[in-house]
Every structure is written in structure tokens, then in C-alpha cells.
């Protein structure tokens, strides 16, 4: 049936073939079907988008396979690459009952897998190896002069979960091990791009094959389940909490969870809170309520910070089909890890994209009939006569049904590609020069920015980056011209934790007065005489000592200042436009809950009564509100211009605060127009005197030049700020004229 169904099962080698009847298929997929021509010849680069458990892997592997086994030189190679290693393990059990029936050898590889194993590949390379690129960097630097040699029967190279890497120091590190791939076995080699579907798939091509995404042959399956099934839920925290002794009160958290026990208990499902804190809080009351039900527990927490082992005893208690399991996890449980079917995905507070929102959706919905999914909850705050702006738009319930919105029209974020990521040049640098033993500045340029991903940096920021790394002894240059690693550099190297291009996530210790009052993630550029709340009061920031990764603070009584976390992504401007268009809108979205359809409203007469359609700018609580409705990387290159004008600003989604100690809307609108009439500033400009801009594991190793370019390229869109500048000059020179004459009546 299955092959009088399917045009391409008959292309396939017949062990193959016999392994899928074996299996029970009674059909091949659509990216499948579609995959295995574009593969079999080998000759092209693919990228194959679809949604999570589409069938992505075996839509590669089996034309991948059956082009190998065909092979007249023998079993060729396969380069599998996988952003974790979990996945890796997982990979591992998909492919080795395949494989296994094809004669061919699958090798996990990864810190955990034995020298041994390694070893055998060595010996015999051929087959297919499950890698990270942190691994195959390893293997570049430490087997450089045997590469082409190891290399030599590299036929294909799949990178799955493509769109994780897109926009990240991980994404640049794979692009530069890709391109040292072709060059060690001088030739190009087939990539296999696996992603989840990207709001513009022409990029992630380009980012697959630099220089030629055109030549990318791009499967698309936009296979979404028949039904979603999605209510957002909102619930109001009391403003001031009963601070009685024993006044015992059920707040949202709680709330929540009891409404996820009702529902979720007795089926499979994934719960994704906005952080680990929130992850542990959730799992931990889910336990309880298991044990003062007195049923076995159905909760099972799932994090980067837990053992690999309390991650495995979730990941099986999913795929136990004689329980019910749901696990409360961060992004780790988002890839594609197989951990069965689930019946509802659960999402407390806004997701950081809706990309992310559609991954996560992705793996509700998967058995026949069933529709997907999706639950939200958002906690608000009660309204006082001293409730913020924000509190008073709804903003965090504006803004998850904003992202809903848009993914009921399937619009996903482009894939973010401007970053410039100095840092990871600094360990591509380091690492060709282990891998030869040494090299020429000149063939050090051409490699990694003239053919490489580095193309951004121009020759004389790439002489005076070698010049700062020799100040710093990471490398060295001999009077011919090659360059060869200085004594911190080789030290350095020869550390296992240099293969990673990311860094572990840093926070700072927050001091007054010598005492310490914890640690903290921080997010965004900030300086001296900024505020941050921490601890429950806010602080003005007297110093900070980025390499002692110290914040002095002095107790402060202002008013409101951001809450600093390392959690959440950048929200793209399309969400705050559809923001917006609910705010001027009459319509309720039918996803809305009665609690929520309440809170919509309070934030629509809101936005009417401060005529939030006709102004900029907003004076409240001794504030002054920018109201932009632009993305988070516009929005935090406008506060960088207000930085420089003397401001003290916070970003609060839609808006930035301007703290308003002797301070006008008159200054602020001025401030605003000087911006828009002169030239588009560069990085170095609007980043005077800022500090926290180490975000990348090498950044401190850049010039100071370079690692504004590279924060103002991963943090900020400047020309989008001053386009927008621009396009509001009239309405700022308009509301000032008219603020002047309500100052003089």
C-alpha cells in the first residue's frame, strides 16, 4: 500500500524499505516525500523546515543512507550536528535500529562518550557521527594535520535544530566549522539544514550556505495540526499583599497551579514557565498537591541546572506509556528531544517569541484526530490609585495576546542574522591556529572574514584586534608573519572549556555599603546613576567593576526602575504593532478567558484616556513615558540616545521610562529631534560610558571599539531607532508646542 502511495519509498535502498513495512508506516510524510529525491544525488544543499515531530530526521536520513550504501568506494560519512547532547543520546536510539540493519556503525560523540569509542571512529571512519560543535571543534584542534585524511569520505553534513543556532556566538562558531570543513577536504560538502519552521526561510538558507542561500533547496511543510485549541487565562494579584502574621492567602502562582493539577493530571503534557526559579516553584507545588491527594506524583521538573540524570528520569517518565507524566521545563524540553506525544502544552507569562511558541505548540497534537493544545496564564497586578503605566495597560496580557494573535496567522520572527559576534572570531582564531599549528595573519583574514562568516570585520579592526590579542599574550607573531599562540593563549587552548563559544551565564554581586546583597543576572547596557530594583527596593548604581562582576549600589527612595533577569528574548516590533491594533481595536479575541476579557478592557480605557493614540509622550507618577510600540532592540538604542543626553531610562516593554528629577517632556522631545535631524551615530557614539556590555564569552579580549560594534550589532537596532525618530519628529514638535502653551495658560 505504502509504496503504491508514496512516489519516493521506490527510490529508497530496499534494507531501507524493509525497515519501514517492519515498523508499520503506513505512509511516508510530506517532508519526507519531498526530501528524498532533493538528497539522493548529492549534489545540492537542502533545508527542511517543518513542524516538530514532522519527521524531519528520517526525511534526511533515509535518502542520506541510501546514497551512502550505494556508495562504489565503500560506506561513505555523515556529519550529524546537534546543538545538545541530550538530543545526541536521543538521535543515537532513533538511527543505531536503523543502522544496525544496514551494517552501518552510528557514533555518539560528546564529553560523556569514552576515548575508546573515539578511538574506533579513528580507525574506521565512516558511518554516521552525532556531534556538537563544541566536539568537532575539539576534533579540528587536536587531529588538525588528520582531518583530510579522517575527512575524506564526508559525503553529507546535517545540522538539526538550525534555528537554534541562527543569531547566536554557537550559530557563527558552526559557520566557521563548516567552512574549515570544506577547506580541509577541499570541496564543498552537501549541508542538511533541519529547522522548525523561521519566519523567513530565504535567511536560514543563507545562513546554511553563506554567500549561497539562492542555490539552497528549501522543503517547507507547513503540516499544522487540523485543530488548535488555545485560552489564555489571567488572574489579578492583590496590589499589597495581608502582611499578617498568619493571614493565609491563595495568590496567583497557587492559583495557577491548582487550576494545572485540575486539568493536566491523567495525561502527558509540558509546562513552560518563564524561568528555573519558576520551574522549581511550580514543580514543587504540583508535588504537594500530588501528596495531599495522595496520588503517586505526575510532576516532574526539567532544567539546564539539573543532573543529567534527574533530566533523564523526567524525559522517560514521559515517554512511559503505563503512567501520566507532565514535565514543568525551560526552553530544554523545546527541541527535539522524542519524549512521546503529549496532550496540551502550558505556557505561564508570555513566551520570548512566537517562534518559540510555535516549537513548543508543535509537539501537542501529534496523534491522529487530536488537536494541539495550548494554555496560558498571565498574572496582573490589581489597580491602585499608585498602579504604574504599564499595570494600567495590561501590557504582560496585551502582549501574550499579541503573540497568539500572530500565531494564529502563522507569523513567525525572522531569523535574527546582523550579529557580528567579535567575540567567537577570537576562539575561531585561537582554535585555526591549533588546528595548523600556526598561520598567516593573511591567510588567518581570508579564511575567517573574506570566505568566512567574519565579513564584518574590516582589515584594520582585524590588525588592531591581533595587536590588542598580543597585548594580552593570547597570541604571538614570529618576524616571518606567522601567528602561533602566547603563553595565555596556549594555556588557554589547552583547557577543555575552550571549545565552547558561549559562556556560562555570569551575574553580578549587587554591594551597599560592603555588605552583599545577592547576585543577579543583568540584561542590559547600563551605567552609574541608573536604578535597579533588587531585593524588593530600588538602588542607584554608584560603581561597577565589570571584571570583578561588582555593582556598589546606595539605597534610593525614586520611583520604579526594571527588574534586571538573564531570562526572555527580545521581542520584535511586529508583536508591539499588533500590541497596538488591540488597543485600537473593538474585536475580543475568542482565546480570551471572562477574567481576561476584563483585563483587556481596563487596558483599552486606558489607553483612550491618556489618548495613547495621539501622543508620544507621557507624564505620570513623576515619570515621563516614551511610548514607542517598537521592538526591543529599537527601543534599547533609544535609550541609549537618552543615556547620552544625561537621562536616566528604563525600558518597560512598549515604552521607556524617563525619570523625571529636573527633567521636561520639553528636554526629552528635544533630545529626540537632535537625534533624527543628524547622521545615523555610530556604536562608539551612543555607547559612551556605558557599562555591562561583556555578553559573549571572548568579549573581553575585544578593543573597546569592537566590542561596542558587536554589543550595538546582538543588542540594538540604531537604524531602525532613527528611522522611526524621524518618522515621529512632527508629532513630537507637536506635542511640545502644545505642552509650552498648557505651561503658559
Request: aromatic share 8%; glycine share 8%.
Amino acid at each position: 500500500m505504502l509504496q503504491r502511495q508514496s512516489s519516493s519509498f521506490a527510490l529508497l535502498d530496499e534494507r531501507i524499505q524493509r525497515w519501514i513495512w517492519a515498523e508499520n508506516w503506513s505512509a511516508m510524510r510530506d517532508a519526507q516525500e519531498r526530501a528524498i529525491p532533493a538528497l539522493l544525488a548529492c549534489d545540492h544543499d537542502v533545508l527542511i523546515a517543518a513542524a516538530t515531530a514532522a519527521g524531519k530526521t528520517e526525511a534526511a536520513f533515509f535518502p542520506i543512507l541510501t546514497h551512502m550504501l550505494a556508495d562504489s568506494e565503500g560506506t561513505g560519512l555523515c556529519i550529524y550536528i546537534s546543538p545538545i547532547k541530550a538530543l545526541i543520546n536521543d538521535q543515537f536510539l532513533r538511527l543505531e535500529r536503523l543502522c544496525e540493519q544496514l551494517d552501518m556503525r552510528v557514533w555518539p560523540w560528546h564529553g560523556d562518550i569514552s576515548s575508546s569509542s573515539k578511538n574506533r571512529f579513528f580507525k574506521q571512519p565512516s558511518g554516521v557521527v552525532l556531534i556538537t560543535p563544541e566536539s568537532l571543534e575539539a576534533m579540528l584542534c587536536n587531529r588538525g594535520f588528520q582531518v583530510p585524511q579522517l575527512l575524506a569520505k564526508l559525503r553529507y553534513i546535517v545540522i538539526d535544530e538550525l534555528h537554534a543556532f541562527i543569531g547566536t556566538e554557537r550559530g557563527k562558531q558552526l559557520q566557521s566549522l563548516l567552512q574549515r570543513l570544506d577547506l580541509a577536504v577541499g570541496r564543498k560538502v552537501v549541508r542538511v539544514g533541519l529547522s522548525a519552521t523561521l519566519g523567513d526561510l530565504g535567511m536560514a538558507a543563507e545562513f546554511l550556505r553563506l554567500r549561497g542561500g539562492a542555490a539552497v533547496e528549501i522543503i517547507h511543510s507547513n503540516a499544522d495540526p487540523a485543530r488548535l485549541d488555545l485560552q489564555i487565562k489571567a488572574y489579578v494579584e492583590p496590589a499589597h499583599l495581608p502582611e499578617a502574621e498568619h493571614a493565609v492567602v491563595a495568590t496567583s502562582p497557587v492559583l495557577i497551579a491548582q487550576h494545572l493539577f485540575q486539568t493536566l493530571r491523567g495525561s502527558n503534557n509540558l509546562v513552560f514557565p518563564n524561568s528555573r526559579s519558576l520551574v522549581e516553584e511550580y514543580a514543587y507545588s504540583l508535588g504537594r498537591l500530588c501528596e495531599s491527594h495522595q496520588i503517586a506524583n505526575e510532576f516532574w521538573p526539567h532544567h539546564g541546572n539539573l543532573s543529567r540524570e534527574i533530566r533523564e528520569e523526567t524525559e522517560a517518565a514521559l515517554k512511559n506509556k503505563q503512567r501520566h507524566a507532565t514535565a514543568i521545563c525551560t526552553n530544554t524540553l523545546e527541541l527535539g528531544i522524542d519524549i512521546g506525544a503529549v496532550k496540551s502544552i502550558a505556557q505561564v507569562g508570555s513566551p520570548p517569541s512566537v517562534a518559540s511558541m510555535r516549537q513548543r505548540l508543535g509537539r501537542s497534537g501529534r496523534r491522529p484526530g487530536e488537536p494541539a493544545i495550548l494554555r496560558g496564564y498571565v498574572i496582573e497586578r490589581a489597580l491602585t490609585d499608585q498602579s504604574s503605566l504599564d499595570v494600567q495597560l495590561r501590557t504582560g496580557l496585551l502582549t501574550f495576546a499579541a503573540m497568539v494573535s500572530l500565531l494564529l496567522e502563522k507569523w513567525v520572527e525572522p531569523p535574527q542574522t546582523g550579529g557580528l559576534h567579535f567575540s567567537t572570531f577570537i576562539q575561531q582564531l585561537l582554535s585555526l591556529i591549533a588546528q595548523r599549528g600556526g598561520m598567516q595573519a593573511s591567510d588567518a583574514y581570508r579564511t575567517l572574514c573574506a570566505q568566512g562568516p567574519f565579513a564584518a570585520l574590516q582589515k584594520s579592526d582585524f590588525v588592531d584586534l591581533l595587536r590588542h590579542m598580543g597585548k594580552l599574550e593570547l597570541i604571538q607573531q614570529e618576524s616571518s608573519g606567522l601567528l602561533l599562540h602566547g603563553v595565555k593563549g596556549e594555556r588557554i587552548v589547552n583547557h577543555y572549556s575552550f571549545y565552547a563559544a558561549f559562556a556560562a551565564e555570569e551575574e553580578y554581586r549587587v554591594v551597599c555599603d560592603s555588605r552583599v546583597l545577592g547576585s543577579l543576572p543583568i540584561s542590559s547596557a547600563i551605567g552609574i546613576g541608573d536604578f535597579i530594583v533588587f531585593a524588593g527596593k530600588t538602588w542607584r548604581v554608584e560603581s561597577i567593576d565589570e571584571d570583578g562582576k561588582t555593582i556598589s549600589v546606595s539605597k534610593t527612595s525614586t520611583g520604579k526602575a526594571p527588574v534586571f533577569s538573564g531570562s526572555g528574548g527580545q521581542l520584535h516590533v511586529k508583536i508591539r504593532e499588533r500590541m497596538r491594533a488591540l488597543y485600537r481595536s473593538t474585536e475580543v479575541p475568542r482565546f480570551l478567558d471572562a477574567e481576561a476579557v476584563r483585563l483587556l478592557q481596563e487596558g483599552r480605557d486606558s489607553y483612550a484616556r491618556f489618548g495613547l493614540d495621539q501622543r508620544l509622550l507621557l507624564t505620570q507618577g513623576g515619570a515621563i513615558f516614551l511610548l514607542t510600540w517598537l521592538g526591543d532592540q529599537q527601543n534599547e538604542a533609544l535609550a541609549a540616545v537618552l543615556k547620552r543626553t544625561g537621562f536616566t531610562v528604563a525600558i518597560c516593554g512598549p515604552m521607556i521610562e524617563i525619570f523625571a528629577t529636573g527633567t521636561s517632556v520639553q528636554r526629552v522631545a528635544a533630545c529626540l529631534l537632535a537625534f533624527a535631524s543628524q547622521a545615523l551615530p555610530d556604536a562608539q557614539a551612543l555607547l559612551e560610558g556605558a557599562y555591562n556590555l561583556r555578553r559573549e564569552k571572548w568579549d573581553w579580549a575585544l578593543p573597546e571599539h569592537l566590542l561596542k560594534k558587536s554589543f550595538a550589532s546582538l543588542q540594538m537596532d540604531i537604524a531602525g531607532a532613527h528611522a522611526w525618530a524621524r518618522q515621529q519628529a512632527r508629532v513630537l514638535e507637536l506635542e511640545t508646542q502644545l505642552i509650552t502653551k498648557e505651561i503658559i495658560a
